[in-house]
């Protein structure tokens, strides 16, 4: 399982690092750290627009999207 650390980044780009990382390798389990609601949210849209399912939770005060491949 591959992590991406999208923590502290800006819309759009935390989105279009994991598109990428799910367009180069789209069999990959990936797990993405992300510090905002609104981050979350729109990875596990476009998890949903894959066709890819997830599950969010916590690690510490952050929350981690396991997207699976």
């Given amino acids: 399982m591959k992590e991406i650390d999208v923590r502290g980044l800006s819309?759009?780009?935390?989105?279009?690092?994991?598109?990428?990382?799910?367009?180069?390798?789209?069999?990959?389990?990936?797990?993405?750290?992300?510090?905002?609601?609104?981050?979350?949210?729109?990875?596990?849209?476009l998890a949903g627009e894959y066709k890819r399912d997830c599950r969010v939770g916590m690690r510490g005060m952050d929350f981690e999207i396991i997207i699976q491949g």
């Fill in 11 to 45: 819309c759009p780009e935390p989105v279009l690092i994991v598109m990428d990382e799910m367009d180069a390798d789209p069999g990959q389990d990936l797990a993405v750290l992300a510090d905002a609601a609104h981050t979350r949210d729109n990875i596990v849209k």
